[in-house]
């Protein structure tokens, strides 16, 4: 079978606990209490993140991979769940600093870790699910 | 950090619990019962549909959000579960007078309804599932 | 192996669509509204049922089995899903004439339904799913 | 139908999203680490927990109910939901003061604060995840 | 209702059992070993696979339908299911013999043997699940 | 907190992909593939087997565990995952030498492996899912 003429998508998930509060230091408190209700908490919530990355590219005629997924699982662990797992964002993870930590920032801040590992010619898509009923996706072309 | 280059996808996740029959009334019964098999079922018979609503748009700096996810349960709650949850689409939500209530084209009456309510800039993409193994996505693109 | 000194359970998990309204006729519609809710409107509203049916005995040391999954997955088509599949319970099903098909109820007439056809040494129970959220199990003994 | 000889459970599920640490104030920081690892973090991690309360007893003729599942959400929300979701445990719980929050006792502290408002004949089981790979149930008898 | 301006996917989920290994005829044992890990195996593994057909086009005003559910579910059933689920993909489907059964090629086959079959004007696409956390898509344009 | 009076299940969800296929050596082929069917395919086939392990027992009032979920993580790691995973159950795992390896048998020599490690005073019982419709639990009492 030669090549295919179209791209092919490969997905890994993993997942990661982590603390988190929503809030824009700009703001007083009211105006936080008011934009982001109690995910404003000053004594922080947390999620069970569940992560989806994808990576687009053609399928290389040797492997059947588009990439070996062992290898897409391990960068994922070493850039995403070593860092975030069981940490409060806002405290600990560097980040964060600065940048409020709602799933559309993780999932962009995650792309950005991604990004220099992945080959330049593969796309690269972040889903992540803050909770079964809300998640985001970055980037969306 | 600055605006993203990239556009961000929030998807907010809901469900309503409604009776219907497909059913064409141009045709007689015969025709009916033969595009439609036991969906024809004169005594309707019934779903729980699992929704999901996807808003398209840039990451707003101050708040980190696409949009609120709260809002956007709101306006989902008010447009599509008060009007169609435990109801007979077929008898009770105006929308399907006339109109056979496929997936598919429940999937477009709840774009219809929601589009006006989403800021002009922003996307909009329903994905909507009659079973767990049978679902519906519009517009597709 | 000698046979296990311990009882197996396997479990089957099939699924149905059907309409329903909860009302009971001996009650006026004040009283039918106010304990039933949206879950008595006349039109019938409808569900995606989910049903998880266990079977607990010993496992036959020739062939492994407690019973052969594939045997109970034809009897339970044969004796629920062809008689429940897309119908209306409160007009189509027998067993719900003058029997308010709430979940209970449902899981209760598949128990009776199945329970002949099943080895009288076996123990059988019955796990409805009437939405993601709400189940119900019987017997719970 | 005459009243099942029969026991029925029914389920109810619900989540709330909550920060907390492990940690035994009696032990050193060497020792509270040994045994809770990143579970320890001082400054809190988080879960979605998802929550699963089922509640035992005789089906009620008149209803065909063994409890009215609003009636059952809406105890959760009020003694359960309201006081817990988007909360840090450690810190804004009472029932945590003195007492780690692991899954086993979060389930136990739930148990014993719905357990007062269920029917005194009927039955209580409370099952937790605290990821979708770990989770309890008490009492399990 | 006119026909709408824009498309609709419709999808359905079907899922089958097969038994493989990675392997490539023209690398040594040590390469393979190297590249596909415990998965070149050469007794075999195997998976549950799921798999997810969206076909995409404009829905048909007559019934509502861009592609009647049944019928796409029944095509699956007969180009996929029939040969492929309780196999062993590299002894007994020959699409695989001189082909790596990757989830990436076995996306490619299903996608070349349904794609004669759907209408000509309408697009397909495959989605399939080797595990729960890893999947390919197929084509990804 | 004085301890429970009731005792507490853990459970931690683990999983494997390995190839089997059905076969009584004692009979003749006619006779394996009237009982086991498709699943008796000399050539193999595959599943994902989706684990969960129940430890039932006191929750011990220094730590708020019944046990460890890293513990008993990682004792499923050593005694099922590491001698299961990505292997052909009939050939390489000695357990199945002369044992079909039904998911009922399966769930007993999964049980019989973790025993021995479990405290004897607490109780052990394994569920598996041999599809996402199939499953087994084990010891049923």
């Known amino acids: 079978m030669t ?3 179209f791209k092919t998508a490969i997905v890994r998930k993993e ?27 000053p004594n922080y919530h947390g999620h069970n993140y569940d992560l989806e990355v994808k990576v687009i ?11 070996d997924a062992k290898v897409l699982s391990d960068l994922i662990k070493k850039e995403v769940l070593y860092p975030f797992d069981h940490k409060n964002l806002n405290i600990e993870v560097p980040e964060f600093q600065g940048l409020n930590p709602t799933a559309e920032n993780i ?7 991604l990004r220099p590992s992945i080959h330049p010619e ?13 998640f985001v996706e970055f980037p969306y072309e």
């Open 57 to 67: 590219g053609f399928c290389d005629p040797q492997t059947g991979y588009v990439m």
């Open 3 to 5: 090549q295919a003429p």
């Open 122 to 134: 593969m796309d690269l898509k972040i889903k992540l699910y803050e909770t079964p009923r809300n």
């Open 107 to 113: 999932a962009r801040v995650i792309y950005e870790k």
């Open 15 to 41: 997942h990661f606990n982590a603390a988190h509060r929503l809030h824009n230091p700009q703001w007083d408190d009211t105006q936080n209490a008011k934009v982001f209700g109690k995910c404003n908490n």
